[in-house]
């Protein structure tokens, strides 16, 4: 068992600050989906709902508060809750059979299930707290949790011939066990001293069953649709109406049923001990695809899949919609002035569509809108999002549909959608408009990866005048996606299905195709001297350098003025030290994202977590993974910085998340420095920073009489400090000067720090 103890401010405080401020330098926060209840409990004081990402609880006065893996939570994808009302502990399962228990301000985890090597289904399905503990109905059986001592107590595997089964529901009455396995029901006394012998549970009702439990010394089974009451050693019709079931609950003596028809009505319906039918919720805003229903003091508390959390009382009713996204992004993501904006999209390895239709997610002064079709019907036709970019003229956004065209984005919002007459459909596919890439270079024109048109390549103009180009290279389905321009405004471009990279120079006029020069990147020494022929991503860094991730490490373009001269320009594989050893840059990992920071260091996505690089790509600075920080998952999908807070989101394969980082883009002029906090409050232990600068400004902070307390240097423009003198002492309360000075030397003076100490 492994306990984690967690601080007060990081349960509550940092709650707020973790989904609706900028988090401070070195934390984190989650940007994770809300919409979608999947399970919920009662905590007393408390209403716990889950979802498959996180959970988060509403109290008595409506507050709400989220638990996530940045605020201790263990893991990120959830399959059930549970509370214990004696103990006051909530049991939460995670997909992956993990178990976290909270209580109080704890976290105490229990690995041994997930970590276990035993070969089976380990999920968790349904928790049942009983006297200090928790039984647990998973795949392979019952699993019994040690509530008090945080431990597996013992398995039972009550199969036939004591092989393992699955256990869809778990109770008890004054004698009995009762297990609503897939072979049936079957009950055992719970006085029995050996419970994990199967030969001591008894088959009473043949049969899958998909739930069990006990209202009133009744003892109910759910048998697909219909609800079956026992009676001694028979079983009699309790309740049927027709509807598929999609859970069963009893609660406060009651018995809530959740349905759903194929044609997509849904219901819950409250039955009491006489199977009479007390109360139907049909409300379409808050029932729509109900996973669960309580009652807590005779209101209903529904978790939807669709509408989140609804309380009832009387006729009326609040429903619970947290704020964040629609649901996690795979596709690209950028930042535009205070606006972060990510694309839901993805394809398949062989880049076919993924019919995803949940549009692009914006998060603007703390707060998410969801673009999509869902919201907005004039995106109907628009699935599978996945590259985006900013017009820097007016800040309005264009992003690229995978079928659906390329889509202008303006306030309102007003959409303009671009399909045939400007693009090309897929060769194969008529009906189809596959946008893969996007780019702005330095005239303003937008560069567009028209995905397996027979001209790929297409440019809309600043003057909103459109051209396609036939790109002199076989292409495997004529695969183009990102596009990347460098200093010398060449366009490089990825091509997927193992085609390798492509480069491109328009030369004086892009109207004129006889200047044109292209040249196309591969695996070898001949070729271009990639790591592999699959090409995953490219970045251009401070240098002028493109770096390209590959599935098999990394290349970079260190000579790019040379592309289209006689000798030409290959990549190198930069060498990174780790320790007493060094290797190839990422030597046999999937690089999927390369993001460039205001220091020039790079942020390197693959399956194995987020890499720190140095800038010149020798040294790693950090390695994020699940293990060592609360990134949601290793698999990382895509990166993008912040360069004004240098805060870094990485898209990952559950859910967004970011982290406040010391670098940032720097300014023109030292002229707006910002300090924060300032002033610095008593006791206060984290990292000040010192934004708003030049590139590598140095920073010096003084007392009043010019006396020198600490100097440093910035990443990019951004300068920390840790609010200790040169000798590591921390200072006193009081006034301190903030010099800048360029790297022309110049220096004067930026602001001023205050400092209250107890």
């Known amino acids: 068992m492994r306990i984690i103890f967690i601080v007060f401010f990081l349960i509550t405080s940092f709650k707020a600050i973790a989904q609706q401020q900028l988090p401070p330098l070195g934390h984190w926060r989650e940007h994770l989906p809300y919409n979608s209840a999947i399970d919920i409990a009662d905590g007393t004081d408390k209403v716990y709902c889950a979802t498959p990402f996180s959970i988060f609880s509403v109290n008595k006065e409506n507050e709400k508060e989220r638990y996530s893996r940045i605020t201790g939570l263990n893991e990120t994808g959830i399959s059930a809750i549970a509370f214990d009302k004696n103990k006051s502990k909530l049991f939460v399962a995670y997909s992956n059979s993990n178990i976290d228990i909270i209580y109080r301000n704890d976290i105490f985890n229990i690995p041994d299930i997930k970590r276990d090597n035993i070969i089976g289904n380990k ?23 040690d509530a008090d001592r945080y431990e ?40 029995s001293p050996n419970l994990a012998d199967a030969g001591n549970w008894q088959l009473i009702k043949s049969g899958a069953c998909q ?5 009133n010394g009744k003892v109910l089974v759910q048998q697909n649709d219909t609800l079956f009451l026992q009676n001694g050693a028979s079983w009699s019709l309790f309740y049927t109406d027709g509807w598929p079931i999609i859970n069963t609950t009893e609660s406060e003596n009651n018995i809530t049923i959740c349905e759903r028809q194929t044609n997509g009505m849904a219901r819950v319906v409250i039955l009491n001990t006489d199977g009479i039918v007390s109360r139907v919720i049909d409300n ?25 959390l609804s309380h009832f009382t009387g006729n009326t009713y609040h429903q619970f919609v947290l704020n964040s996204p629609q649901n996690i992004s795979s596709g690209e993501m950028v930042v535009g002035k205070n606006i972060f904006y990510a694309t839901s999209g993805a394809v398949n390895d062989n880049w076919n569509y993924q019919y995803n239709g949940e549009g692009i997610y914006v998060l603007k002064d703390g707060g998410w809108n969801n673009i999509n079709r869902y919201n907005y019907s004039a995106l109907d036709s628009l699935l599978d999002f996945l590259c985006i970019a900013i017009d820097k003229r007016d800040e309005t956004i264009w992003a690229g549909s995978y079928g659906g065209g390329l889509l202008h984005i303006k306030p309102g919002p007003q959409f303009e959608i671009f399909k045939q007459n400007k693009l090309d459909a897929t060769v194969g596919d008529p009906t189809s408009y596959r946008v893969a890439g996007l780019a702005f270079d330095t005239d303003n024109n937008l ?6 048109a027979a001209q790929p390549l297409r440019v809309m103009k600043a003057d909103g005048s459109w051209k396609s180009f036939t790109i002199p290279f076989t292409l495997f389905q004529n695969a183009l996606s990102q596009i990347v321009i460098d200093n010398k405004n060449y366009k490089w471009m990825v091509s997927p299905m193992g085609n390798g990279l492509v480069c491109y120079d328009h030369g004086v006029s892009i109207e004129n195709i006889a200047d044109d020069r292209w040249r196309k990147f591969g695996a070898g020494s001949v070729n271009g001297n990639l790591p592999s022929n699959d090409v995953l991503c490219i970045s251009k860094d401070k240098n002028g350098f493109v770096w390209v991730g590959t599935s098999d490490g990394i290349g970079v373009f260190q000579c790019t003025e040379l592309v289209f001269a006689a000798q030409g320009c290959d990549a190198v594989w930069p060498v990174v030290k780790n320790g007493n050893f060094a290797g190839y840059l990422f030597k046999g990992q999937e690089v999927r994202s390369i993001a460039v920071d205001g220091a020039d260091r790079k942020w390197i996505a693959t399956k194995n977590g987020v890499f720190l690089i140095s800038a010149d790509g020798e040294k790693i600075i950090y390695q994020f993974t699940e293990d060592n920080s609360p990134l949601l998952s290793n698999d990382v999908k895509k990166i993008t910085i912040d360069g004004i807070s240098g805060e870094v989101f990485f898209a990952t394969q559950k859910g967004i998340c970011s982290f406040r980082s010391t670098a940032t883009e720097g300014a023109e002029k030292n002229e707006e420095v910002l300090v924060f906090p300032n002033p610095v409050p ?20 003084t007392e009043l009489d010019g006396r020198l307390v600490y100097q440093t240097k910035a990443l990019g423009g951004q300068a920390v400090w840790d609010g200790k003198n040169y000798r590591g002492q921390k200072i006193s309360s009081g006034a301190y000067l903030v010099l800048v000075s360029d790297e022309g030397r110049k220096e004067r003076l930026a602001t001023k720090i205050f400092f209250i100490q107890r």
């Open 682 to 701: 008593p006791g206060y232990a984290g990292t000040i920073a010192i934004r708003g600068l030049v590139n590598n400004a140095i920073v010096k902070i």
């Open 123 to 145: 999920t968790i399905y349904q928790i049942y707290p009983y006297q200090n503990k928790f039984y647990l109905s998973t795949g392979l059986g019952v699993i019994v949790i």
């Open 152 to 191: 597996v107590m013992d398995t039972w595997f009550i199969g036939n011939g004591g092989n393992q089964v699955r256990v869809n529901g778990f109770t008890n009455n004054a004698q009995y066990f009762f297990a609503a396995t897939e072979e049936g029901l079957k009950a055992a006394d719970m006085h």
């Open 447 to 452: 560069w567009i990866s028209n995905f397996g």
């Open 211 to 215: 739930n069990v439990f006990e209202v």
């Open 284 to 308: 379409s805003g808050a029932v729509s695809f109900p996973r669960k229903a309580i009652l807590i003091n005779n209101d209903p508390w529904i978790a939807d899949q669709y509408a989140c």
